[in-house]
């Protein structure tokens, strides 16, 4: 990310349980960031599923990519 010039802010990085519970925690407060990412990366089928679903509950615009 740096090469590409992307800067991170510590507040993007979070670490929950790979499970349903923890992508809901994790969509929480991502969405709740006065600037919320434009992009994520999740490392587990579960924790991405439960975003994905925590995302359809908002008006927060998205595009699933694999």
Known sequence: MKRA????KREYIIHK???HE????AAKRLLSIN??????????DLMA???VQSLRS???NYA???
């Open 5 to 8: 010039g992307i800067v991170s």
């Open 64 to 66: 699933l990519f694999s």
């Open 22 to 25: 923890g992508g809901q925690a």
């Open 35 to 44: 600037e919320p990412p434009t992009a994520l990366v999740v490392s587990d």
């Open 58 to 60: 908002t008006s927060f």
């Open 17 to 19: 349980v790979f499970l």
């Open 49 to 51: 599923l439960s975003i």
